[in-house]
């Protein structure tokens, strides 16, 4: 609630004015974090007050316990190129080339296709290869663990309004995205609806956990640099 006289000012140049400053001091006399702009409803302004109501959505405040985000239980799995993922890779390589030479060619002519001096070097490289790629997708099955986690034991509820927005990124993203490999805008719309639908939870799930990642932060006293940090759950 406001109140506030006005002499020479228009009733819409007041209002202007006066509202949002009205408003930030509910805020603040409040401490409330908000995280959209107020809808404004009941507004009456008289000769010498104003007096209005409004909905806002509030930041959730979210107090975490150590035995929630410490001492995950992990599946892992030890990473290990074999030899026959090595043989496999080759052979397939192999028969792409010959689709456009029409010849078999031998490890060591392989090799030397891609640059390498011998059939050794090249599968060294192979390995290390497939090795990376195995680590990182280990890398994200753990965060995946870590994050579905997070999700169900810290509940609270996150604003709808920061959900929509991060909603429509998503989905701003993805049809960018389509659009680069060629697909029409009639094809895409056929499948808007579909993709909204999945984009939903992410959406929802990418804020929560922002929230929750952000009160670790605070809890840990874990400095951020260029609006980055990054959480080492022990």
Not at 26 to 49: E, G, H, M, T
Not at 61 to 76: A, H, R, S
Not at 105 to 131: E, G, V
Request: aromatic share 8%; net charge negative.
């Amino acid at each position: 609630e406001g109140i506030c006289t006005f002499e020479t000012e228009t009733k819409e140049e007041f209002l202007k004015r006066m509202v949002p400053v009205y408003c930030d001091e509910a805020f603040k006399n409040n401490n409330l974090d908000v995280v959209n702009l107020p809808k404004i409803y009941d507004l009456n302004l008289k000769n010498d007050s104003l007096t209005f109501s409004l909905d806002v959505e509030i930041k959730p405040q979210v107090e975490i316990e150590e035995k929630k985000y410490k001492g995950i239980n992990i599946k892992d799995i030890k990473i290990e190129v074999k030899e026959e993922e090595i043989e496999k890779f080759i052979t397939n390589i192999k028969e792409s080339i010959k689709k456009y030479i029409d010849k078999d060619l031998d490890d060591n002519t392989i090799a030397k296709w891609f640059s390498y001096p011998d059939i050794d070097s090249f599968k060294n490289a192979i390995r290390t290869d497939i090795f990376i790629q195995k680590a990182n997708d280990r890398i994200r099955k753990i965060q995946n663990q870590v994050k579905n986690h997070l999700l169900k034991e810290i509940k609270f509820r996150v604003p709808n309004s920061q959900v929509e927005a991060q909603k429509e990124e998503l989905l701003r993203q993805n049809i960018e995205q389509l659009k680069l490999q060629g697909i029409s805008d009639d094809d895409i719309e056929k499948y808007k609806k579909d993709l909204e639908e999945k984009i939903s939870t992410i959406a929802e799930e990418q804020v929560k956990l922002y929230y929750i990642l952000d009160a670790i932060r605070k809890k840990e006293n874990i400095k951020v640099e260029n609006g980055l940090f990054e959480i080492i759950i022990g």
